[in-house]
């Protein structure tokens, strides 16, 4: 990074609010260094500001850092982890999570396939707004994945979801 003149504005402020411990500023500098939103990207950066944020709590933070393990940026792949860190922000509602947690239990990455908890999952996100989250929990229904096949219940979710 070059001198602070280059900085865009307010990343000072934001930054002494993560410094002093303020879970959504770690959360967003985190979030500013994994797109490389006015910094350069750097995924160990952002995966630094993603643990700060997560060991307070913060559903954001514990996703993202969830998220960081899915993927390997910044981190090695570890799919106990990003299991461990999408369950925690998934009982705090967070919907991404929760259809995270759909797909790893639908596609078995990391656990056994296990498609009545991918439905489980999926219908908390669908429940929520989650457009593939219904979508997702609609094709369960429709093939009878995890749940009875029930394809007037598999075209109520497919609509909502394609409705956004």
Do not use: C, T
Not at 55 to 72: I, P, S, T
Not at 107 to 121: H, L, M, P, R, S
């Amino acid at each position: 990074m070059g001198a602070d003149k280059e900085l865009p504005e307010g990343f000072k402020s934001l930054k002494a609010l993560a410094d002093n411990g303020d879970a959504d500023a770690q959360y967003n500098l985190g979030m500013m260094y994994y797109g490389g939103q006015g910094v350069e990207k750097d995924f160990k950066e952002a995966v630094k500001w993603f643990r700060k944020s997560a060991k307070q709590g913060d559903a954001l933070g514990q996703y993202m850092l969830g998220q960081a393990y899915y993927w390997g940026r910044g981190v090695e792949r570890d799919p106990k982890e990003y299991l461990k860190l999408y369950l925690k922000a998934a009982k705090q509602g967070h919907a991404d999570s929760q259809n995270g947690l759909g797909v790893i239990y639908q596609y078995g990455q990391g656990v056994e396939k296990d498609f009545k908890e991918a439905a489980k999952w999926y219908l908390k996100a669908a429940e929520q707004g989650h457009a593939e989250g219904q979508y997702s929990i609609g094709w369960l229904y429709y093939h009878g994945k995890g749940v009875l096949k029930d394809e007037k219940e598999a075209l109520k979710w497919f609509r909502k979801g394609a409705e956004q």
